[in-house]
């Protein structure tokens, strides 16, 4: 694959695996991250985080800045939302992913972060990926909307080459001519970059399916073909969510699926889901 | 859904199982089909027919017409094929899957078929569907390349409609932007349709990602979001094959396909693989 | 482009005209066809099919055969359609073109057809293609809603190596992300096909758009980039149409239509449009 | 359409007119902006504009910033890109539209662009927009390679709620499946953004189809259906361009295309081609 360098796979055991916390993220078990889409106040992300540090989730996700297709949507609470993430992480040890949009605000962004997310609409935000290259912490990368796999390579390649080493990627869906779903998750995906790269693949089943009802059986089946973790919007009230409510699962729910995806991914020959 | 009425699940157990020879699709075991893209010759069948037996297979797949885009490919071998396929029956006791694409056959081939396929390409050729619906053996229903799940189920109304009950629905890939693979395989439809039809439904990985490679893990992935069967090319010289080549497994291969999909088939409920 | 034989331009100057009645499609005029998506009833048809006479259009469209996504929509008159296209025909002079979805009806339409449709769900139901390919009436081949060009040419191909030289392109949308419009009209099809082979192509605005207002400007845009027709639905009742009344024009906006399709033809170096 | 509100059309007649130079954008002459994909030195640069200047086109493009997917391609020259064009504006007096990637580079390309442009890639950068919102230039937006027309005309929306009026919306071709062109040009976008904004609308052939021969055919179906203008690669050497040579003019060539839009602008209703 033309350009794919620093990304590619040089020998059938040469993987990468990212150490965030004490959690290996490529290694031998499947990382689950989960959090709600936007953090909206301390009440919410409290009381969700102290639910997943109680479920055995390692990693907190929750947006400060929020990329939103229209001007007049919540874009997030900003700095004010980095602070509560850092409270959170105080609280319960939970490692942090969170958005940056731009450039400008990497460092910023970064102090607050375990992991920074470049989101799918900026995958191919080039300023963006190589001030993330030159940034300290992990970088999880998402899949464009209409982003060929080698297009996404590419982009992890310019973070690479900017000098980051540390590099995730993250299916989360394409956009196709089905409407049933919000995007058409492509799990092909997951055992494609396993074969051309070394870096962690990870899957987002609620940006690729958009309804709550698929995210379990979307992420038994990302765990069956190899994915190393999940990224899970987790809400303690999906009904009050200010964003991506009815993907949302309640922390009993995601605790089901943690169960079910435990069984699958021994079965699958890892050694089940990594807990804090 | 508009216009989903045959097909529609009732309630939460509501489900038809199909019967084909002695084993049941739609039921508790997850159902491999198998066998080469064309009939080639005699000596072809009968070889990839035993080593499938051998390993277990219940159901042999093979076509007799084949639908090509160029009118200057391998159109199979038309009634020699069927005749074929029912020595390769007469000595494994495999049941046989074979495509039918013009309503007018629908008579000359049944009596040589277990299960009647109608291919993706068809999926909206309502006159066959009309005539399939008409016929008394199961029929299997790809999905079209470029069919939303609402029109795929559309199109299995139209064959219930006709009379015949005994559909079975096989995802098979869409077509999208992303050209690594042949098409882009949807497996969230398995439990979207899962969760909206009483059907049995399988998926074809072989066609749904035209590499080779994929195959084993597209189908653990399969599995784990709950399919009912798979349907994948073997041939016991892919190299040699006259069309698909590039997306057949050889049997040994196969082989380990299934034990690794038997081990995801129990951890997600299933009592593992259909054995004849 | 491999497999394009019989279908290929040989030259710069070689071209297929096709003739229907005394018009030549393929020519220097730009050739419209138009009436309702469905043979309704005779009132309807001789409605429409006066006004479009009195307008001077040569070749009336209305189907008596509908493929419909669902099993509950009217399907069309069947037989009875083509006996009413027939006296329509007798009433005005006009041409008849009218679509042929199973290759064993291709016998009974063939005599009421000037030219044999056959729609974007059968651009490769190869039996109906081979059987088109057989008779001796010109053939309208829609590309597939998601066909590339080189399939619908070797689509194409297919009915010229059965013997039927007289093959009408016709471009009418293909299916995309963009859900505005009923499909993505891809114009620039128009040059590419004219480039690659002798055969006429011409555009379908309504299907291609599937919004009234739309028509307008897309037919302008065909005939700007070289269509050798439009094929437009028109109906004096579109409120009352039994099928695609939202795309469907009146005889006057059909007029006014044609009127500014005329200098945009003549700007473009064509003769204006065909008149019967 | 939701959250359309500053970009919405109020009335039949309400349309923005945009001046850059004495040229107005979105009145009664298509405009015409070309030039080179990337400004890659000043001899031509210097050439291109001349020979631009001559043929009487009022608006050069060129980029000094550029978008790759890859990281090891050419990204432009930078800052000594943007004098270069000043250099060219100063000599030939005509109009700078030059691209911006990241929000904190606008403040110095400001400046040196009589319009600022922000890429397909860039679409839904919403820092990005946001500054871009507050320059003092006239903003050229390209839709995104899979935005719908809404997520587009959310995009312009949050320019103008951001401060600034001026915005030129630039369709360019969208990902689909077909790969015979580079993108597929999605010109009814045309007249439907023009039905729902009282914005100007141009249209970029050239990334649009990605070949030469088509980016005539195409500017005339564009400027049919209503384009205010063209955007267009030309280069004195294609083959030696140093991006997207194959997709380029030569100033000849590219004066025949204004020769032949001008015919069909004043056939669809517009007073001709914008000179300098």
Redesign the interface.
């Known amino acids: 694959m033309?350009?794919i360098?620093l990304v590619r796979k040089k020998s059938e055991d040469h993987k990468t695996v990212i150490l965030v916390n004490d959690i290996e993220i490529g290694a031998d078990q499947v990382v689950p991250m989960a959090g709600p889409c936007a953090v909206e106040n301390k009440e919410q992300l409290v009381e969700i985080a102290s639910e997943l540090k109680q479920i055995g989730v390692p990693i907190l996700r929750g947006g400060a800045f929020k990329?939103?297709?229209?001007?007049?949507?919540f874009?997030g609470l900003g700095t004010k939302g980095l602070e509560l993430l850092a409270e959170a992480k105080e609280e319960t040890g939970m490692a942090i992913v969170t958005e940056v949009?731009?450039?400008?605000?990497i460092s910023s962004v970064e102090p607050y972060a375990d992991i920074l997310q470049i989101g799918s609409?900026?995958m191919?935000?080039?300023?963006l990926l190589m001030a993330a290259g030159k940034a300290k912490k992990p970088v999880l990368l998402k899949r464009?909307?209409?982003a060929?796999?080698?297009?996404w390579l590419?982009a992890a390649?310019?973070i690479m080459?900017?000098g980051n080493e540390q590099v995730i990627l993250c299916e989360r869906g394409?956009?196709?001519?089905?409407?049933?779903?919000r995007n058409?998750?492509?799990?092909?995906a997951?055992?494609?970059v396993k074969?051309l790269t070394h870096l962690p693949v990870i899957v987002d089943p609620s940006h690729?399916?958009g309804i709550r009802?698929?995210v379990t059986?979307?992420s038994?089946?990302?765990?069956?073909?190899?994915a190393d973790g999940l990224l899970i919007e987790v809400h303690t009230r999906p009904e009050e969510a200010l964003c991506d409510g009815d993907q949302s699962l309640t922390p009993s729910h995601f605790k089901e699926l943690l169960e079910?995806c435990e069984?699958?991914a021994?079965?699958?020959g890892k050694k089940g889901i990594a807990k804090n």
Chains 1, 2, 3, 4 share one sequence.
């Open positions: 033309k350009g360098e990329p939103r297709t229209s001007p007049y949507a874009m949009m731009d450039p400008g605000d609409r900026n191919q935000n080039f300023p464009g909307l209409a060929t796999i080698q297009e590419l390649e310019y080459v900017s394409i956009r196709t001519f089905e409407n049933f779903t058409t998750i492509d799990l092909a997951v055992p494609i074969s690729g399916t009802e698929l059986p979307v038994k089946g990302a765990v069956a073909m190899g079910q069984k699958v021994v079965a699958s």
